[in-house]
Structure formats: structure tokens, C-alpha cells
């Protein structure tokens, strides 16, 4: 299930900001990624246009190179 920036806001709004943010991906094989800015500089984030051929927004976050595998702390508390 996709969640919303309003829900990114309220899972993250009462936390320390100057935590880094990684990303957990794929259960079966548990790997670890920062989430950088992308390219040139464009920011840590895109949000799409609609258009006529995709009407609906989209905000992409960018992940950088994998750091290595997850954590075993984090993969037991989701469940992986």
C-alpha cells in the first residue's frame, strides 16, 4: 500500500532532523540504501507533472548506492 507525503510528515515530524534517512528494500534478500540528491543537484526529491498520458503526481525520492545489507535489529523489528 503507497502512503502519502501527508503520512511521511506525520511519521516523521516528531523526530530528530538531522537523523539520515536510509531505505530497506527487498524481504528476502534485506538490503540497505541512503537516500541522496539526485543528479546536478536537483534535491532530494521530484515530484512529476500530471500530463494528458499520466494525469496523476508522483514524488520520487532518490536512493544512493547500496550501503549494505540491512541491519538484523531492523529486519526483525519488520517482520523480515
Given at each position: 500500500?503507497?502512503?502519502?507525503?501527508?503520512e511521511l510528515i506525520d511519521?516523521?515530524?516528531?523526530?530528530?532532523?538531522?537523523?539520515?534517512?536510509?531505505?530497506?528494500?527487498?524481504?528476502?534478500?534485506?538490503?540497505?540504501?541512503?537516500?541522496?540528491?539526485?543528479?546536478?543537484?536537483m534535491g532530494p526529491v521530484?515530484v512529476t507533472v500530471p500530463?494528458?498520458?499520466?494525469?496523476?503526481?508522483?514524488?520520487?525520492?532518490?536512493?544512493?548506492?547500496?550501503?549494505?545489507?540491512?541491519?538484523?535489529?531492523?529486519?526483525?523489528?519488520?517482520?523480515?
Open positions: 500500500m503507497s502512503i502519502t507525503v501527508g511519521a516523521l515530524e516528531d523526530l530528530d532532523h538531522d537523523l539520515e534517512v536510509h531505505l530497506a528494500t527487498q524481504p528476502t534478500y534485506p538490503l540497505e540504501y541512503p537516500l541522496e540528491y539526485a543528479i546536478d543537484n521530484l500530463t494528458e498520458e499520466d494525469p496523476q503526481s508522483f514524488v520520487y525520492l532518490f536512493e544512493g548506492g547500496q550501503i549494505g545489507y540491512l541491519p538484523r535489529v531492523v529486519r526483525e523489528e519488520m517482520g523480515w
